[in-house]
Nanobody
Framework: VQLQASGGGLVQPGGSLRLSCAAS????????MAWYRQAPGKQRELVAD???????TYLDSVKGRFAISRDNVNRIVYLQMNSLNPEDTAVYYC?????????WGQGTQVTVSS
């Protein structure tokens, strides 16, 4: 299983970004896909996930601002991030689990700054 994350960048407070994570080597449509983030000096935290049945969960601080979605045909999971603030600055990782193993993407940097 390989995960390739993209879409990060520098954005001003209040701005938006959409992250993408393309998966290969996996059936995908049955997997729960997740986005995590890790800010400097902080532990990695779960931002959002989406099950194969399209059920979603979100970190409290991103509810109403972020939306996770998936495209099972193209094996991509997205994270639409709106109303970004400096506290959202972090490296964002996508993750899945399959056959009892965790698989992580390489991370994409999101920086929110004026």
């Amino acid at each position: 299983v390989q995960l390739q994350a993209s879409g990060g960048g520098l954005v001003q407070p209040g701005g938006s970004l959409r992250l993408s994570c393309a998966a290969s080597g996996t059936i995908f449509r049955f997997n729960t896909m997740a986005w995590y983030r890790q800010a400097p000096g902080k532990q990695r935290e779960l931002v959002a996930d989406i099950t194969g049945a399209f059920r979603t969960t979100y970190l409290d601080s991103v509810k109403g601002r972020f939306a996770i979605s998936r495209d099972n045909v193209n094996r991509i999971v997205y994270l639409q991030m709106n109303s970004l603030n400096p506290e959202d600055t972090a490296v964002y990782y996508c993750k899945t689990e399959e056959r009892g193993r965790q698989f992580w993407g390489q991370g994409t940097q999101v920086t929110v700054s004026s």
